[in-house]
Structure formats: C-alpha cells, structure tokens
C-alpha cells in the first residue's frame, strides 16, 4: 500500500516512447533533472514548492498530486478501523465530513496548479466487515467520479480493480505493486511473489488493459536488483519501475539513471556557500567531469538518504574542526560503504569514518624537521608544499589502505597526510592550497585526479556549455558603467557613443549591452545630459545584434552585504554604498531591478524587444532575496564568480564554477570570465592591461576546456585609447580562432540547465541524454566515439570525436571502441543549430558568414527553401560550406536528393 511521497512519471521522449513507465518517489530532495525524461510526475503535494510545481509545469510534465482517498493519518481522524499495518484510519466513503475533505482538498490541488490526482487506498474499504463493504463501494466509486470530473479524468489509480468497471474514461491509468517481489514493512524485509498471486494480479492488470486503463506494475527490491527486475517486468508486457519498499531511493524502469550527483554539505552559520573553498576551487572540476555539487546546507535541513541510483558521492572540505557537527558525522557514517567519500581539510574524531577511509589518527603530535615528502605520481600538483613550520596531522595507514601523501618527521617516523580505500579517500589539511603572496594559489594535489582516483567518479558524458557546434562558444557583455563620461578623444564623446560606434556597430556580433538607470535617465546623476544619453542607448538597443540588459538603478557595490552575508557601515566603503543619486540614500531592490528593468522597457527598448538580462553590479554577490526580484520580472541573471589568471598564476584553483544556487531553484550564473577592471588594478592602469585576457582564454582552454570565450567589459574602455584598443586586440584574438558566437543570454540560460541535465541508460546500453538548453555534451576518450549513424539527436562530432553536438536539448547514443559514421554528419560549425535531420530539415543561426565543416558529405549541398543552394570545399574526407550570414531554413541535399 502506498503511504508514502509518490512521484510518477510517464515516459514520452522519442528514445522512451516504448516504455511507459510510472516511477515512485519519496525522498524529500526532488530530483528534478531525473524527472525530466518523463511527462508525468505525481508528488506528495506538501513536499513540492511553488517554483518546483511551476518548473515542472513549464517543462510540459504532468503534475500529479498524491491523494489518499479510503484512509488518513491525521491525528485527529476518525474512521471504521485501523489498518494495522500502517496504523492510519479507514474512513467512512458515506461521511459529509470526509467527502468534504476530499473535495476541500481537491480543490486545493487546483488551484496550486497540479493537472491530475493520483488516488490511493482505494482498496481499504475491503479490510471492513463484509456486510459494510457494499455501500463503502458506492460512495467509494461516487467519490472518486467526483473528483475526476473536478480534474477533467485526469486521475491515476492505486489498484481498484472492482470499482474499473464503472470508471471507463474517468481515470488514465492504474498501478499496482509485488507482481516479482513485494516490501513487507514489518521487518523491512523484500519477498517473492508467489506464482499463484503473480498469475491473478497479471490477470487483474490485463483486465485494466482491456477496459482502456494504461497499466503500470511498481515492484520493491534492493538497489542491485532493480534494473534486471524491471527487464523482466517490462518482457512480462508491463511498463515497470522498481525501487525500495520505502520510496525513498529512486528507482528504474526500461530507463537507468545513471548517477551524477555529489553531495556537498556546507554550514551556512559557519560561512555562506558562495565563500567555501569547495565552492570555489573544486566545485568546477566536479562539474567539468560531468557531475552536479548538490549543495546541502547542514544547518538547515537534512541530509539525504544514500541513494545509489542519484549520488556518484560525497565530498567534505571542511575548513575548521567546527565543520562537523554530530549529525554530519553520523551520517558520514552510516553512508560509508554506500557512497564512495572524500574528505578533506580538517577532519572529524570518528576512529571509525576515518579508518574506513585509510587513515589511523594518532594523538600525539610529530615533531619536525619534516622531511621526503611522498605522493601518489598520479596525486602530483601546480606545486609542492613547504615543510617549514608544518603542524600536521599524525596518522599512519590503516590496514587495507593505500598513502597517497607521507612525510617523515624528524625521529624518521612516516606520517600519513592522505589515504584511499575502496569506500574513497582523505587528504589533510593542509595539502590541499598553498597560498601565495599577492593573493595567488596553487593546488597542492591533482583535483582531477583526486575526484577520478580518490572518489571514483567514472568516466561520463559530461554535458558542456564551453562549447556549440564544435568550436568554443564566444559571448560579450557590457556593464553599463561610465556610458555618460566622456572619452578621451577628439571633440570628448561620450562613453556610450564611441563605445556604439568604435565596437557594437564596428564588429556586429551578438552583444549583451546594459546601462544603469541613475546614469542615463532624467532623475538620476545627469538630469541635463539624460536626453543625449537616452538617445544614445535606445539607438543601440535598436541594432539587431544587441539584446538588452539592465545594470540596476544605483549599481549597488555590495550585495553580500544587502543579502547578509556581511556587516558594513559607510565608513568600511571608499564609495559608500552605491552611485551618489540625488534623493536615494537607501537601496530598494525592487528600484534596483523591478524599476530598473521597467525603465529601460518603457523608455528605452524598441517595441519588438525588451530587457532579457540583469547584470550584477559591484561585488555581483546577490541574494535570494534579489535573485527572486529578477526571476519575478521574467530575466535571466550573470556577472559575478572569480575567474581571472594569467601566466603569472596560472592554477586551476582560479577558476570559478558554471553558477550557484540560493535555494527554491534560484541560481546565480557566474560571468565565464572576469572584466578588464581586474586586469588593469581596478583601472587605474595600465589600461591596456585587458590583454592578458588572452591569457586567461589560453589557460581555461587547454588542458580542460573549462570556459567559453567570455569577453565582459565596461564602457569606460571607450573612455581610454588604450583601453579600446586592447578590447580591440582581444576580439580579433577570438576571432582569429575557431568560435561558435552567441548571446549571453543564451550561455546562461544552458548554464542554469546544466543543473537541471540528466543522463540515463536503457536496456540495449544505449546513453539518453534529458536536457532543454544544452548543446554539447563531451565524451572522455576512455568511453570510445558515439556511433552517429544509429543516434537520435546529434548532428555530429567534432573530428576527433570528443564533442558531440546535440540539436534541442536531448539525445540518445551508442558508445563503442571505434567509430566509422557512413553518414554525412557535421564536424563543426560557427552556427547556432536549430533543427539538423537527414534527410529532413535542417535550421541554423548565424551570426556571421557561416562556416561548416562535414563529414561524408562530397558532393552535398544545402538548398535554402528560399531557393538559393550552396556547394561545399574539399579538403580530404572533410567538406567546408560557406554560407550567408542569418537564418538559414532548408536541407542538405546528397546523391539522388539532389
């Protein structure tokens, strides 16, 4: 019986189409990016917010609420008698008051939102006394009629099977449970089906399949068992899903997921996310291999349970001894052997957690000199660590384990600094960052290396927004800074004007171009100058190429504070709190953003475009607080993260993640990179220091591909010769190599995606990839190519098969040891895909002369449905097309197409 959060979910992507299947869940985590390879979900509705049910809402997934209609567990309720086994009432179907909860809470469900109700308990009026059973079916059946005209019969039922005879057309499907295997809840414990009782629930189910009821078996089983039980459920003609007695695991139907999350706990009363060394320096590289830091605020909520089928892992970087609460390092404890664990930094008094993962801590402290320092060859990193004045932990290895870092100390004794077992690995403060002068860090191990080897991450798919069509995606955004001041150029233009002038019109590319409204507008800084300034921007707003942001009203310098995270008074602040604006002394976000936003659509925007971003001002920290303002006003968000490093500090540790989320599905999107401000001391020179921008290109290219071409900048640059040139230099740079231009907003709407991508298996092997933003997704090589005649989704591979170019967010693939695709497919383009099918159509936007490269197309050509077709260059086995810049509409014809 289902007493518990149920989520169900209704296979339909093309790849799963054969499946069906409706899955359970009860896990109070939602898994969000899992749901997505279904259209259906039904959930406890107390258990879902407002923004998860919208979510799931505007990705066309069906949402269900759970529904129990013959029992409850109120307190207060009072019915017929006890079900014993799960010691709720069983209520009087003929009961005012009951069938007026039902309706009370029906009408609830709707008016939050939910498409359907998933209705349980449906059977309990059969635990009654015989003779009392008549007439609880009557108004059992007239009660579940009521509710599915309330929801136009978009019902789904739990068993039932007497009552399916009269309810033709009023319900969609049913489910029931323990056709192979069935979860006694007394004990805990999983039992076989009998085969008599298989045979008359099949017959049972079969029966609902003749009336016109989808029909879906649920089965319970420990984790390892689960795929090959929903095979053989699926081959007996059922759609299946298979999980724990409990629901609170996620479970598998004809589709595995394959397990992507890392859980991160961190302490938010001991440091707020976004300034943990986790978030900022490790975070990236889990993401860069592919997997999600699902971040767990310890001192708020729970953490979950260890669910094999969602979590490749756990990762702890505690920075203080204080890190570890006692509720944490149970739970590290009652996971280890479940999840694979990495701890590092400080560590927990838990002889046992910490045995487990190699390490043996001694109570005595070494004594120096320390001396031979001895790492794992594979653990090695950017530098090695100074033993003056080291205080290290004393540990020796526990029996089983592998070192990965040992020192001697000064009596020739080895201590251990680092350690990993088949459960994970531990590394020691403070092997981990060696902190430089001015401001510089190095990794003191391999981090990738160390999430590969130490926590076992396994090679993956990993879905990627560095890249689009093959080549490095390039976006540029304008903080509206300094469009009022005036240049240092003949007659003294405005920032804004040369800006337009020297760069946005010069270079035409897709440009993300901001102002703020205590700059431009009448009531702000330059009341007199406000109607030059307004000109200025609406003339640009109006170019086709640029898409139009808001910078605030006042740029408030510090978010942090505004969100929380930190106490400033004005005397703590050079500048005060935000620009000086007549009669504004105290910040009002919904000024800031709302008003901000407003302004520039009302006075500002062409009619045929509005505001589509906000771009964070001074330390673009924001809170929930304003990520909600700008969610609110329909905008998405970027600016902010840490990612600058030159040759001078050229470390991994620089560069920041994708983005961050604030809780309730608000997530901040980093810049990719930062702007000219911290390459030229905070522009006080030298101004053309935005140069070594390339360098920072050049680092988070090879040898991880980590960031796109982010090229974000201020108009002050216009201000200064040097300063435009160097912005100059450095888009003839990117231009100069291969590129994919783009939108920012269109980077940020696949980074915020990327938290919300999923990937799963089917029965054949075969990899499915969920998404609705992404655009690539990259294979390490130890995973072989992707057979691309076979796939569904992909237009093609670059040539040496590492990134795949998916069309609309989703795909499905074959992996294998070699690769020879019959088929033209594309290498790599400059393009924007759209629609890519051979035969078929085929869409694209490009924002310059458009470039492709394919392969296995000699002799093809893309025919325009306006007409025009377009031949290809041959260079060996690959074919180049240029094609005009724009929209391009038609499809690509070889051979007999032609």
Not at 575 to 602: A, C, Q, R, V, W
Not at 603 to 629: E, I, N
Request: with cysteine; net charge neutral.
């Amino acid at each position: 019986m289902m007493r518990w959060l149920l989520a169900l979910f209704i296979s339909f992507h093309t790849w799963a189409s054969t499946s069906d299947s409706v899955a359970f869940f009860y896990g109070q985590h939602q898994p969000l990016a899992e749901m997505t390879f279904y259209p259906g979900v039904v959930v406890q509705p107390d258990h879902i917010s407002a923004e998860e049910l919208k979510w799931l809402n505007e990705r066309g997934i069906k949402t269900y609420a759970y529904l129990s209609v013959g029992e409850s567990d109120a307190k207060d309720a009072k019915g017929l008698k006890v079900n014993a086994s799960w010691q709720s009432q069983i209520m009087d179907q003929t009961s005012t008051r009951w069938k007026n909860h039902l309706n009370t809470r029906a009408k609830e469900l709707k008016a939050r939102g939910f498409y359907g109700l998933f209705l349980d308990t449906l059977d309990s009026y059969q635990l009654l006394p015989q003779d009392q059973q008549p007439v609880q079916r009557q108004a059992l059946l007239a009660a579940v009629q009521s509710l599915s005209e309330q929801f136009q019969h978009h019902l789904i039922l739990n068993r039932g099977f007497e009552l399916l005879p009269w309810l033709k057309g009023q319900a969609e499907r049913v489910v029931a449970e323990g056709l192979l295997s069935h979860f006694n809840p007394e004990d805990n414990s999983y039992k076989g089906t009998s085969q008599a009782d298989q045979q008359w629930l099949s017959a049972q189910l079969n029966t609902a399949k003749a009336l016109g009821f989808a029909v879906q078996v649920i089965d319970y089983a420990p984790f390892a068992k689960r795929a090959a039980m929903a095979q053989q459920i699926a081959k007996a003609g059922f759609a299946p899903w298979v999980t724990d007695g409990h629901l609170l695991t996620w479970g598998s139907s004809e589709l595995t997921p394959v397990p992507r999350r890392v859980i991160v706990p961190f302490d938010s009363t001991l440091k707020p996310l976004i300034n943990t060394q986790v978030h900022q320096r490790l975070s990236t590289l889990i993401e860069y291999l592919g997997y999600l830091p699902d971040y767990i605020d310890i001192s708020k909520e729970p953490l979950p349970p260890a669910d094999k089928a969602l979590f490749a892992g756990v990762v702890v970087w505690a920075e203080s001894a204080a890190f570890y609460r006692p509720e944490l390092v149970s739970w590290l404890e009652k996971v280890q052997g479940k999840l694979p664990e990495l701890l590092l930094g400080e560590i927990p008094q838990s002889p046992a957690l910490l045995a487990g993962l190699g390490l043996n801590l001694q109570s005595l402290s070494p004594k120096g000199p320390f001396s031979q320092t001895e790492m794992a060859s594979w653990l090695k990193g950017e530098t090695a660590l100074s033993l003056k004045n080291l205080e290290p932990y004393s540990a020796t290895l526990a029996e089983g384990a592998e070192a990965l870092i040992s020192i001697k100390a000064g009596n020739g004794e080895p201590v251990l600094q680092g350690a990993r077992t088949d459960k994970g690995a531990v590394v020691l403060s403070p092997w981990l960052i060696d902190a430089l002068p001015l401001e510089e860090n190095r990794w003191l191990i391999n981090p990738v290396a160390l999430l590969q080897k130490g926590l076992g991450l396994p090679p993956i798919p990993a879905p990627d927004v560095t890249t689009e069509s093959g080549r490095r995606l390039f976006t540029l955004h304008i903080d509206g800074d300094a469009f009022p001041s005036r240049a240092r150029f003949p007659g003294q233009p405005f920032a804004g004007e040369v800006m337009e002038k020297q760069i946005i019109e010069h270079y035409q590319l897709p440009i993300t171009v901001s102002v703020i409204q205590g700059e431009v507008g009448p009531t702000g800084m330059y009341p007199k100058q406000s109607p030059q300034l307004e000109a200025i921007a609406r003339d640009i707003f109006t170019k086709p190429y640029v898409e139009i942001a808001s910078h605030t009203y006042s740029h408030p310098f510090f978010w942090s504070q505004i969100a929380g995270r930190e106490k400033l008074t004005e005397e703590d602040t050079e500048y005060g709190f935000h620009l000086t604006i007549p009669g504004y002394n105290k910040i009002d976000l919904t000024k800031e953003i709302d008003g901000s936003i407003d302004y520039i659509n009302e006075r500002l925007a062409p009619k045929d475009k509005k505001v589509v971003m906000m771009l964070w001002s001074g330390d673009a920290a924001p809170g929930p607080v304003a990520l909600a303002h700008a969610r609110k006003m329909g905008v998405l968000n970027v600016n902010g993260g840490n990612t600058v490093m030159t040759r001078d500090n050229p470390s991994l540790s620089e560069i920041w993640p994708i983005g961050r989320p604030e809780g309730d599905l608000l997530y901040q999107v980093y810049a990719p990179i930062m702007n000219e401000n911290v390459y030229t001391d905070l522009w006080h020179g030298p101004y053309f220091g935005f140069r070594r921008v390339r360098e920072t290109f050049d680092i988070t290219g090879h040898p991880y591909r980590l960031k796109p071409f982010g090229l974000y900048f201020h108009f002050y640059s216009a201000t200064n010769p040097a300063g435009l040139q160097a912005l100059r230099d450095d888009i003839g740079y990117v231009l100069s190599r291969p590129n994919t231009p783009a939108h920012l907003s269109h980077y940020a709407r696949m980074a915020k995606d990327f938290y919300f991508s999923a990937l799963a298996r089917d029965a054949k092997g075969d990899w499915l990839l969920s998404s609705k933003y992404l655009r690539t997704l990259r294979l390490p090589k130890a995973l072989g190519y992707a057979q691309l005649d076979a796939s569904q989704g992909l237009a093609g591979a670059t040539e040496d098969g590492r990134y795949l170019h998916v069309v609309n967010g989703d795909a499905r693939f074959a992996l294998a040891a070699s690769a020879s695709p019959r088929k033209p497919y594309l290498v790599s383009a400059n393009v924007l895909l759209k629609s890519w099918q051979l035969p078929g159509k085929v869409a694209f936007k490009a924002w310059q002369k458009a470039d492709l490269i394919l392969a296995n197309a000699e002799g093809c050509r893309f025919v325009s449905d306006q007409g025009p077709s377009y031949g290809g260059q041959q260079k060996d086995r690959l074919t180049e097309f240029s094609l005009p810049e724009g929209d391009f509409a038609g499809h690509l014809a070889c051979g007999t197409q032609q």
